[in-house]
């Protein structure tokens, strides 16, 4: 079995890069001094409290590495403290900020005893244990960050009672369980990113709640049931990441409401109806769409063309059908178009037209329209597509005529794969110019003639599939140099002995 094309796993990563957005959340609320703080006064009691609340967390944790919280100790006031910080008048902490500090520990549940806290930051480290429901406590707490450790049990409901919270991340930990329906009382929330942790159960209506939240990230969860419709409430929502649950049903369509809505994925779902005709139209701030590996059916919406800023369409592993008569010229920045394994085409003769309008696309990276029933032959204009372009999956489908000479230009491809269509004539041996190629997969055709030998000096190819053709003559010399192709050849299919309608001599290069 040959290694079924797909889309490379970094252009997935994309649609994380929001939640790095919190940083300018932090911006936002922490460059203005609060008034309530110059009216506390200061007392001994208090920063007694502090002192020995901060101890208590230092004692939780058991293993510091790099000896950040050695500092912690009474040589000098804990305000001066390492990740720690205090109000500039009263002296009380405001804030613990111990991002990547490779801290292994629990979350001492005396953190509820500094009441003065603001912000609580303690990204990428490996806190265990339960998330202290004495968090519930801090009605100051603004900022809650506890992305990237391994926190279990549940969500404390008691958060709800922080209702001046504004960014509630727990993302990347081990959190099982609801959503606590309570959680809906937060209503100065503009982020709730809970992403790549073990939550189940439907999502809350009471999300209708959360007036002011711009980013909603939930994705790969146990998330079940359907999309509630009151999300569609969510005027400010920018980003909605879904994707990797068990949602079923359909989008309701109050979500098309979502003016602002630059970011929205649902990918890997069991979700089902089509996207709406004015999709591009209801989100003319569109940057990421991903509905890829659901059941949705019919057109692609025409109207994404009138969504200037998209860059990423992955609606592959679907039941997409009808024409691509998608227009893309008008958006410069794409970077990722993935329809492949849909029902798009009827195999009939201008089913490539719409390459012609991706020449515009110039931050075009990954084009992959493999797995559909798309006829039509390659137009001369592939070869203005971008340059940028390294990967063009079109395998499996019916797409007949020769190989452009012009795919030379794609000179950033590192892997074509054209297999299992059927085009005819000879391999241009233009490919020779594609110096990144690192697989090059042409079976199942109709081509013929020789093997260019150029196809051989291509150094960084590792995957070459030219069987089932009718192909001649000999391997090229080229290819018998080692030095210069064999060392990254792991596969070359024997074409003559496995299949025997190819006359040619089976390859020579060795792994080495
Ligand atoms: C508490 O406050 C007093 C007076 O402001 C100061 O002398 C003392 O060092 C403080 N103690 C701690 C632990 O911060
Ligand atoms: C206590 O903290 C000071 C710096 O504030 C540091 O120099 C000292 O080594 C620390 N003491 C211990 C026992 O770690
Ligand atoms: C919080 O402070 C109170 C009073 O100082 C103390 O009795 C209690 O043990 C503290 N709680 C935690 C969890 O440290
Ligand atoms: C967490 O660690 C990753 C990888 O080391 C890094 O890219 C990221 O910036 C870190 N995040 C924070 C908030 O420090
Ligand atoms: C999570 O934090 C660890 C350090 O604890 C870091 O190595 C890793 O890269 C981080 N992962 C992400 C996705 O930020
Ligand atoms: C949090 O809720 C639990 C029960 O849900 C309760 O026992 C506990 O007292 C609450 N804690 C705070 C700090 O409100
Ligand atoms: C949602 O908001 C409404 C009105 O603001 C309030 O009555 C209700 O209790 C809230 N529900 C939750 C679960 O927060
Ligand atoms: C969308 O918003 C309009 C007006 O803002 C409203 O009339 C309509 O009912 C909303 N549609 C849905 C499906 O919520
Ligand atoms: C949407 O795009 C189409 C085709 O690109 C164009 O004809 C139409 O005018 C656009 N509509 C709006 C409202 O911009
Ligand atoms: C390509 O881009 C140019 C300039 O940005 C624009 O004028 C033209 O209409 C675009 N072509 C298509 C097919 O959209
Ligand atoms: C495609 O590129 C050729 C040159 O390689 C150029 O002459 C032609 O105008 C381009 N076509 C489009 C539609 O950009
Ligand atoms: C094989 O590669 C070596 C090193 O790149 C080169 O010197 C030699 O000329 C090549 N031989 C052939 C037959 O291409």
């Given amino acids: 079995m040959r290694p079924s094309p797909s889309i490379p796993a970094w252009a997935f990563l994309a649609l994380f890069t929001l939640f790095q957005w919190r940083l300018l959340l932090f911006f936002i609320c922490f460059s203005f001094p609060s008034p309530a703080a110059a009216t506390v006064t200061q007392s001994m009691a208090a920063n007694k409290t502090d002192d020995e ?33 205090c109000g500039r008048r ?11 500090k490779n801290l292994v520990g629990l979350l001492s549940p005396s953190v509820g005893n500094l009441s003065f806290l603001r912000e609580i930051t303690l990204t990428n480290n490996t806190i265990h244990g339960e998330i202290p429901h004495e968090i519930g406590k801090l009605f100051r707490l603004q900022v809650l960050t506890l992305t990237n450790n391994s926190l279990e049990g549940q969500i404390p409901s008691n958060l709800s009672r922080c209702t001046n919270l504004i960014d509630l991340s727990l993302g990347n930990n081990k959190l099982r369980g609801k959503i606590p329906e309570e959680l809906g009382y937060l209503s100065k929330l503009t982020q709730l990113s809970i992403y790549e942790n073990h939550l189940q159960g439907e999502i809350p209506h009471s999300v209708g709640n959360f007036s002011s939240l711009e980013i909603l990230s939930g994705s790969e969860n146990f998330f079940e049931g359907s999309i509630p419709q009151a999300l569609g409430q969510l005027k400010s929502l920018t980003a909605l990441g879904l994707g990797g649950n068990k949602l079923s049903g359909m989008i309701p369509s109050s979500l098309y409401n979502l003016s602002l809505i630059t970011i929205f994925s649902f990918g890997d779902n069991q979700l089902h109806g089509s996207l709406p005709s004015n999709l591009g139209l209801s989100f003319p701030h569109l940057q990421q769409i991903d ?33 691509i008569s998608n227009s893309f010229g008008s958006l410069p920045y794409l970077t990722l178009l993935g329809l492949n394994e849909n029902s798009l085409g009827d195999g009939e003769e201008d089913e490539m037209h ?9 931050s075009l990276k990954v084009l992959g329209i493999g797995e559909n029933r798309l006829g039509g032959s390659l137009p001369n204009t592939v070869g203005n597509l971008s340059t940028s372009m390294f ?21 950033g491809l590192t892997l074509f794969d054209l297999s299992r269509n059927r085009v005819s004539g000879k391999i241009p041996s233009s490919i020779g110019n594609l110096q990144n190629l690192q ?12 093997i260019p030998s150029a196809v051989g000096n291509l150094s960084w190819l590792s995957e070459l599939y030219l069987d089932f053709n009718m192909l001649q003559g000999d391997i090229p010399s080229s290819f018998k140099n080692c030095t210069t192709c064999c060392h990254y050849i792991f596969l070359i299919i024997p074409l003559v002995a496995a299949y025997p309608q190819n006359s040619l001599a089976f390859p020579l290069c060795q792994f080495h």
């Avoid at 002296?91 to 111990?98: A, C, G």
């Avoid at 590996?293 to 997409?320: C, D, K, M, T, W």
Wanted: with cysteine; aromatic share 10%; net charge positive.
């Fill in 53 to 85: 609340a901060l101890l208590a967390f230092k004692s939780k944790i058991s293993q510091d590495p790099r000896g950040v919280l050695n500092l912690w100790n009474d040589s000098l006031h804990f305000c001066k403290w390492p990740g720690v910080t």
């Fill in 90 to 100: 009263h002296r009380r902490v405001t804030m613990i900020s111990l991002r990547s």
């Fill in 291 to 323: 509905v890829r590996n659901n059941r949705f059916v019919g057109q692609i919406p025409l109207s994404i063309s009138n969504a200037s800023e998209l860059r990423l369409v992955l609606l592959a592993y679907n039941h997409f059908n009808g024409k």
């Fill in 354 to 362: 719409f390459l012609g309008s991706l020449a515009n696309c110039s």
């Fill in 391 to 411: 990967y063009f999956g079109l395998s499996g489908n019916q797409i007949s005529g020769v190989i452009p000479e012009d795919i030379g230009n794609l000179v």
């Fill in 439 to 450: 697989r090059l997969s042409l079976y199942d055709n109709g081509l013929s003639g020789r």
